[in-house]
């Protein structure tokens, strides 16, 4: 019977500990990357299309930020650039600004997304993430991906994969018409 209850006793025992380095854990360990809600962390990448100038979030103030995120190999990323094209010239004027962030890191050959541009060419900017610098602060779940940025630097909502036209009507133009009321 001694025996029953000692066991009893460090079964109970071990559970509680392996709780507690669970808890601690996660209580301890900030969110990997970031997440809606939160402040969206400055950067600062050299623009592709156009030669020896380098563009910021911060630069962006006060705008809505329409962030993308692409690889000249992902055919969902192609689909959508044109879309995000149209939105980022309908809108400029708005205070609505997208910007197609490269994973530079992620292409087969660097050159490939400049030939991709050349090929299609859009209106909103194109930033280069080089170094993986960018990809570090913002970790890519999959491809595409979309941050949507409010005006006070906030993340209001994230999209992850391709963007139709269906869903910039459901889950950014409230953004927008907001904006330009």
Known sequence: MKIRKWLTVAAVAIAAVVSLSIIYENVSSPPVGVNQGMQAPDFTLERGDVEGEKMSL???????????????????????????????????????????????????QIDNAFEFLDEHPVEMPILMDYDGEFLATYPLQALPTTYLINEDGVIVDIIVGELTDEMVERRITPFIDQRTA
Not at 87 to 93: A, E, G, P, R, V
Request: hydrophobic share 40%.
């Open 58 to 108: 911060k630069d962006q103030e006060g705008q809505f930020v329409i962030l993308n995120l692409w690889a000249s190999w992902c055919e969902p990323c192609i689909e959508e650039l044109p879309l995000l094209s149209d939105m980022h010239t309908s809108y400029k004027d708005d205070g609505v600004v997208v910007l197609a962030v490269n994973m530079t890191t992620y292409e087969r």
